[in-house]
C-alpha cells in the first residue's frame, strides 16, 4: 500500500477542531528552496478532506506544512492583539519511508503550538 499525509488542526484554545485553517504543502529540495504542491483547507472536524499525498504521491525528502493560524484566530471570539504572536506557523519534517502514514497534527493557541508524528 503506497504511503499517505495526513494533518489536522485543533484549536486548544477553545477545545474545538480549527475548521477553515489555510495549509500550504511544500516539498523541500537539497539546495533549500521549497516547491508549492497544494494549498487546502482544513474541514469541520479540522481535517482536510482527503489526504495530502497518497496513491504513489509521497516520496521520501523534506517536506513543509505552513498553517496560516494568524487568520484563523482572527475570526474567532477570543482577545487577541490585532498583530498576532503566532500568523503564519511552519512544521519541515522529513519522510524517510514513502510506504508509510505521515500524520502531521497542529495543536494552537494564540500563544502556543505543538506538533508530533500521528498515526
Request: glycine share 8%.
Amino acid at each position: 500500500m503506497p504511503g499517505r499525509l495526513t494533518t489536522h488542526v485543533l484549536d486548544t484554545a477553545q477545545g474545538i477542531p480549527a475548521r477553515n485553517v489555510a495549509i500550504e504543502l511544500r516539498r523541500i529540495d537539497p539546495e533549500d528552496v521549497g516547491t508549492l504542491l497544494k494549498t487546502v483547507r482544513t474541514n469541520a472536524d479540522g481535517r482536510t478532506d482527503e489526504p495530502l499525498l497518497a496513491d504513489g504521491a509521497l516520496e521520501a525528502g523534506t517536506y513543509e506544512l505552513t498553517f496560516k493560524v494568524g487568520d484563523y484566530f482572527s475570526t474567532q471570539d477570543l482577545s487577541v492583539p490585532e498583530l498576532p504572536f503566532l500568523d503564519i506557523v511552519p512544521v519541515r519534517f522529513g519522510i524517510a519511508d514513502p510506504d508509510a502514514h505521515y500524520h502531521v497534527p497542529l495543536l494552537v493557541s494564540p500563544w502556543a503550538y505543538s506538533t508530533y508524528r500521528g498515526s
